[in-house]
Antibody
Framework: EVQLVESGGGLVQPGGSLRLSCATSGFIFSDHYIDWVRQAPGKGLEWVGR??????????DYAASVKGRFTISRDASKNSLYLQMNSLKSEDTAVYYCARPMSDGWGQGTLVTVSS | QSVLTQPPSESGTPGQRVTISCSGS????????VYWYQQLPGTAPKLLIYRNNQRPSGVPDRFSGSKSGASASLDISGLRSEDEADYYCAAWDHSLSARVFGGGTKLTVL
């Protein structure tokens, strides 16, 4: 069974940092692209960034709204994906999901709240 | 404002057929596969259609997808109360080097 489980969310002050984790199982981690997608309260889905598969050298892309502040990384030994978020703003408040963009598999999400 | 355009809402009665549209551009829908997601209230999104018209196992054949040029659509036939949810389309956009989502369509079953 494909599983993606996010963790690491919480309350952080504006300008602060947070690192989210996405633990995966049930599929070959290195074969798949994995995205981070967020959803602000009461709003739609917003793509945050992507980690491509091993064939594509695990290259990354980011949404313009987070480029330069957020960084995606992988630890293949732990089948895990990470989202390092720096210089957080109030508009980054959202539920953050990790997901396989081209096949089924979304996590349950982790809530990040940026507020003083 | 979303790069992909969807109607904010659609509605239908049980048994009816409903179509949700998704309009993009030559750099997004016109060039790349479209994916559709269903988000039931309070839950994570779920893949409904991949590669324009393919259904993952477990998705009823009442759901179908199509694409023509820079537009795509999701058809739901034999509408049921449990189909009441938010529906999102998504595609890659090479001019933005980003994945883009539609703004979402809230489907109400009357």
């Amino acid at each position: 069974e494909v599983q993606l489980v996010e963790s690491g969310g919480g309350l952080v002050q504006p300008g602060g940092s947070l690192r989210l984790s996405c633990a995966t199982s049930g599929f070959i981690f290195s074969d798949h692209y994995i995205d981070w997608v967020r959803q602000a309260p009461g709003k739609g889905l917003e793509w945050v960034g992507r980690s491509r598969n091993k064939t594509k050298s695990y290259t990354t892309d980011y949404a313009a709204s987070v480029k330069g502040r957020f960084t995606i990384s992988r630890d293949a030994s732990k089948n895990s994906l990470y989202l390092q978020m720096n210089s957080l703003k109030s508009e980054d408040t959202a539920v953050y999901y990790c997901a396989r963009p081209m096949s089924d598999g979304w996590g349950q999400g982790t809530l990040v709240t940026v507020s003083s | 404002q979303s790069v992909l355009t969807q109607p904010p809402s659609e509605s239908g009665t049980p048994g009816q057929r409903v179509t949700i549209s998704c309009s993009g551009s030559s750099s997004s829908v016109g060039s790349y596969d479209v994916y559709w997601y269903q988000q039931l209230p309070g839950t994570a999104p779920k893949l409904l259609i991949y590669r324009n018209n393919q259904r993952p196992s477990g998705v009823p054949d009442r759901f179908s997808g199509s694409k023509s040029g820079a537009s795509a659509s999701l058809d739901i036939s034999g509408l049921r109360s449990e189909d009441e949810a938010d529906y999102y389309c998504a595609a890659w956009d090479h001019s933005l080097s980003a994945r883009v989502f539609g703004g979402g369509t809230k489907l109400t079953v009357l």
